[in-house]
T-cell receptor
Framework: DVKVTQSSRYLVKRTGEKVFLECVQD?????MFWYRQDPGLGLRLIYF???????EKGDIPEGYSVSREKKERFSLILESASTNQTSMYLC????????????FGPGTRLTVL | GDSVTQMEGPVTLSEEAFLTINCTYT??????LFWYVQYPGEGLQLLLK?????DKGSNKGFEATYRKETTSFHLEKGSVQVSDSAVYFC?????????????FGKGTKLTVNP
């Protein structure tokens, strides 16, 4: 079974802090994605990565950056957290060139105070 | 651009009732269509999918048929259970249209009462 894990289920940070959200997948997938989920807005794509050291902006990249130094790990970085970044963050992975299915991690609920 | 529209929730049903959650889409290419489910406090799980017109996806008693003529992918279940209470997301992936990402609907919250 594909397994996608995220470093924290719940995280509380203060405004202005630098925040790292980590995602690891164990199925050698090339593609990885970061979404945020907000009530009434569904899921919105922040960034995605086709492969190691490759990244593309999604629909809402402002205030975020990403890092993909190893194939299995995709990090989302909030350089200076703000209260409007309080949200549920979901990571996903997918096999390049294979089926379209994305496999999701359990999510990190981030609260910025 | 590509988009997915699904019925607004919340939906509340009694156990053993029939469920339909409507989903329609717009896409430039030939999308694959998905239903994901999110149980309380968890991430998204793939429920079912269909990759071409007239395909039917099915899983755990849920079904959805890819209807190209009506650009729809409605989710149905004949008899819901309390354990089906969750948020359901319709999504499309339009690789032929040049996009690698999933486009999601806003989700429909289902509550099933005993």
């Amino acid at each position: 079974d594909v397994k996608v894990t995220q470093s924290s289920r719940y995280l509380v940070k203060r405004t202005g802090e630098k925040v790292f959200l980590e995602c690891v997948q164990d199925m050698d997938h090339e593609n990885m994605f970061w979404y945020r989920q907000d009530p009434g807005l569904g899921l919105r794509l922040i960034y995605f990565s086709y492969d190691v050291k490759m990244k593309e902006k999604g629909d809402i990249p402002e205030g975020y950056s990403v890092s993909r130094e190893k194939k299995e790990r995709f990090s989302l970085i909030l350089e200076s957290a703000s209260t409007n970044q309080t949200s549920m963050y979901l990571c996903a992975s997918r096999k390049q060139g294979g089926e379209d299915t994305q496999y999701f991690g359990p999510g990190t609920r981030l609260t910025v105070l | 651009g590509d988009s997915v529209t699904q019925m607004e929730g919340p939906v509340t049903l009694s156990e053993e009732a029939f469920l339909t959650i409507n989903c329609t889409y717009t896409a430039t290419g030939y999308p694959s269509l998905f239903w994901y489910v999110q149980y309380p406090g968890e991430g998204l799980q793939l429920l079912l999918k269909a990759t071409k017109a007239d395909d039917k996806g099915s899983n755990k008693g849920f079904e959805a048929t890819y209807r190209k003529e009506t650009t729809s992918f409605h989710l149905e279940k004949g008899s819901v259970q309390v354990s089906d209470s969750a948020v359901y997301f319709c999504a499309l992936s339009d690789r032929w249209g040049g996009s690698e990402k999933l486009v999601f609907g806003k989700g429909t919250k289902l509550t099933v009462n005993p």
